[in-house]
Nanobody, 124 residues
Framework: QVQLVESGGGLVQAGGSLRLSCALS????????MGWFRQAPGKEREFVAR????????WHADSVKGRFTISRENAKNTVYLQMNDLKAEDTALYYC?????????????????WGKGTLVTVSS
């Protein structure tokens, strides 16, 4: 069964950078589209970024486009989220997600597997 474990969250000052990592185990990593969602207290869960099975296509939410970059390293069964120019509004619990589809989805219900999340706090 698929297991997703996020890491790399923490406290960072506004304008700083952070890289999140997510390792998939239990299944063949290259069969899964991967992505990231986030949820701040009192707010709805929202899409952040996703990447196709092959890594050849990526999607980023407008709110993070130009600042965040998703990538994957199949040899390590790991997907990354490089976050630059962090803002206070980026503070949230960040979830790694995986789906058996080729491209995944920007809707929470469209991604079948979820990690437990890693907390990112941006101070200002």
């Amino acid at each position: 069964q698929v297991q997703l474990v996020e890491s790399g969250g923490g406290l960072v000052q506004a304008g700083g950078s952070l890289r999140l990592s997510c390792a998939l185990s239990g299944r063949t990593f290259s069969f899964y589209a991967m992505g990231w969602f986030r949820q701040a207290p009192g707010k709805e869960r929202e899409f952040v970024a996703r990447i196709s099975r092959s890594g050849g296509a990526t999607w980023h939410a407008d709110s993070v486009k130009g600042r965040f970059t998703i990538s994957r390293e199949n040899a390590k069964n790991t997907v990354y989220l490089q976050m630059n120019d962090l803002k206070a509004e980026d503070t949230a619990l960040y979830y790694c997600v995986a789906d058996e589809s080729a491209y995944g989805s920007s809707q929470p219900d469209g991604m079948g597997y979820w990690g437990k999340g890693t907390l990112v706090t941006v101070s200002s």
